[in-house]
């Protein structure tokens, strides 16, 4: 079945510093991709989504790019701040108009100033 | 402004026992979707619902169940709770028209409840 796995957590970066966050997933059909962040106590919110191959999504300076060949939606930005600590989760949503979401394990980010 | 709301935010039961959990949208999505989150896990679909009175089993729906009796509401139901239930629960909507095979649509998380099963 459809899968995607994180990079193991948790990450500790100081501020200002690049961010990487790897993301793989295995899927039949063409699945869209998404990035998940939750802030302490709330519940998950959209930062950014790819629907095709070679799609880059983009949101509050985190980027993510589509690549089928490597089947790969790994997360970055430039220089994270303070306020980038959460936890980020990677997902596909099944192809066929399922709307299902297949959930990575997440990852846990701090920053420290 | 349109949001998803759950309840209780926090719920301590015991094992054997029928909780039932609440979940309520403005949005007026047709979708309606209970996930669960276990550490090392991220979350997994429990059940799903794409319109009035359709509901359907997500990967761990042993043991729950949920019924959509009108848009708004998707209350999960855990018929004899377990230990192994202990956990956060978080609901989630969205607008898509499956008929019309849209991608890529947004769910919209309520900020989740946490269940404890002693």
């Known amino acids: 079945g459809n899968s995607v796995t994180q990079m193991e957590g948790p990450v500790t970066l100081s501020e200002e510093a690049f961010l990487t966050i790897n993301c793989t997933y295995t899927?039949?059909?063409?699945?869209?991709l998404f990035w998940y962040v939750q802030y302490p106590g709330e519940g998950l919110q959209l930062l950014l989504k790819?629907?095709?191959?070679?799609d880059k999504g983009s949101n509050k300076g985190f980027e993510a790019t589509y690549r089928k060949e490597t089947t790969s939606f790994h997360l970055e930005k430039g220089s994270v701040q303070v306020s980038d600590s959460a936890v980020y989760f990677c997902a596909l949503s099944e192809w066929g108009g399922a709307q299902k979401l297949v959930f990575g394990q997440g990852t846990r980010l701090t920053i420290n100033p | 402004d349109a949001e998803i709301t759950q309840s209780p935010r926090h719920k301590i039961t015991e094992t054997g026992r029928q909780v039932t959990l609440a979940c309520h949208q403005t949005w007026n999505h047709n979708n309606m979707f209970w996930y669960r989150q276990d550490l090392g896990h991220g979350l997994r679909l429990i059940h799903y619902?794409?319109?009035?009175?359709?509901?359907n089993k997500g990967e761990v729906s042993d043991g729950y169940s949920v019924s959509r009796s009108n848009t708004e509401d998707l209350p999960l139901t855990l018929e004899s709770a377990a230990s192994s239930q202990t956990s956060v629960y978080f609901c989630?909507?969205?607008?898509?028209?499956?008929?019309?095979?849209?991608?890529?649509?947004?769910?919209?998380f309520g900020p989740g409840t946490r269940l404890t099963v002693l």
């Open positions: 790819a629907t095709k191959a070679d």
């Open positions: 899927a039949t059909g063409y699945p869209s």
């Open positions: 989630a909507s969205s607008e898509s028209n499956i008929r019309e095979w849209q991608l890529g649509d947004e769910q919209f």
């Open positions: 619902s794409y319109g009035v009175q359709d509901t």
